[in-house]
T-cell receptor, first 113, second 113 residues
Framework: GDSVTQMEGPVTLSEEAFLTINCTYT??????LFWYVQYPGEGLQLLLK?????DKGSNKGFEATYRKETTSFHLEKGSVQVSDSAVYFC????????????FGKGTKLSVIP | GAGVSQSPSNKVTEKGKDVELRCDPI?????LYWYRQSLGQGLEFLIY????????KSGLPSDRFSAERTGGSVSTLTIQRTQQEDSAVYLC???????????FGPGTRLLVL
C-alpha cells in the first residue's frame, strides 16, 4: 500500500538557519504530493503541493520538488523564523483510484531566537 | 469565504456512550473526508464521500463507526459504544472534486473517560 516516511523529529533550529525535512514515499500510479503544516493549537493547513514529476511547490519561503527517480519530496527553507515553529506533515494522494491523503508521522520544528 | 467547520470543538464522554461529530464542508465542495489524529497512530483516513456515490468506508476501524452525508453537504460521524482508544482529534476535510486539494476543519477533540 501507499506510505510516506519523513524524518523523525523534533528538529530544533536557530532563527535564520537552513531547514530541510526529508520525505520519501511509496505509491502506486502517479501520486500528488503535499506538505501540510499544523501550528500550535490550530488545524492542518496546506503549505504547498506538486502534482507531477519535477514540479516545484512553493509558499511562504518553503519549497519542495517532486523527484520521481528518488521518490522524494523534501521540504526546504533558506532562513527559518520563530513563527515557522509547527508540525510539518508530508502526504500523498495516490494515482491509483483512491482519493484519501496518506500522511507521514509529522516532524515537529522548533525555531529559537 | 467560509472554511470547513466542525462541531463540537471538544467532547468529553463516558465509555460506552454514543457520540456524534458534525462537519460542514466548504460550499460547493463535492468531496468530503474524515480523518483521525491520535498520538499513537498519527493521521489516519476514516471515510470518504464523493457526490451521491457510495462512500469509501475502507478506513473505518470497526463497525462502531459510521458516517452519513445528507444532501451532499453536511456530514455526521457517529461512534457507538465509545472506548478509551477512540480518544483522538477527528478531522474533516473537503475538496472541490476528488483528487483536488483538501482543506481541513479545526477538528473535534474527543476524550473518552
Amino acid at each position: 500500500g501507499d506510505s510516506v516516511t519523513q524524518m523523525e523529529g523534533p528538529v530544533t533550529l536557530s532563527e535564520e538557519a537552513f531547514l530541510t525535512i526529508n520525505c520519501t514515499y511509496t505509491a502506486t500510479g502517479y501520486p500528488s504530493l503535499f506538505w501540510y503544516v499544523q501550528y500550535p493549537g490550530e488545524g492542518l493547513q496546506l503549505l504547498l503541493k506538486a502534482t507531477k514529476a519535477d514540479d516545484k511547490g512553493s509558499n511562504k519561503g518553503f519549497e519542495a520538488t517532486y523527484r520521481k527517480e528518488t521518490t522524494s519530496f523534501h521540504l526546504e527553507k533558506g532562513s527559518v523564523q520563530v513563527s515557522d515553529s509547527a508540525v510539518y506533515f508530508c502526504a500523498l494522494v495516490s494515482g491509483a483510484g483512491s482519493y484519501q491523503l496518506t500522511f507521514g508521522k509529522g516532524t515537529k520544528l522548533s525555531v529559537i531566537p | 469565504g467560509a472554511g470547513v467547520s466542525q462541531s463540537p470543538s471538544n467532547k468529553v464522554t463516558e465509555k460506552g456512550k454514543d457520540v456524534e461529530l458534525r462537519c460542514d464542508p466548504i460550499s460547493g465542495h463535492t468531496a468530503l473526508y474524515w480523518y483521525r489524529q491520535s498520538l499513537g497512530q498519527g493521521l489516519e483516513f476514516l471515510i470518504y464521500f464523493q457526490g451521491n456515490s457510495a462512500p469509501d468506508k475502507s478506513g473505518l476501524p470497526s463497525d462502531r463507526f459510521s458516517a452519513e452525508r445528507t444532501g451532499g453537504s453536511v456530514s455526521t460521524l457517529t461512534i457507538q459504544r465509545t472506548q478509551q482508544e477512540d480518544s483522538a482529534v477527528y478531522l474533516c476535510a473537503s475538496s472541490l472534486r476528488q483528487r483536488e486539494t483538501q482543506y481541513f476543519g479545526p477538528g473535534t477533540r474527543l476524550l473518552v473517560l
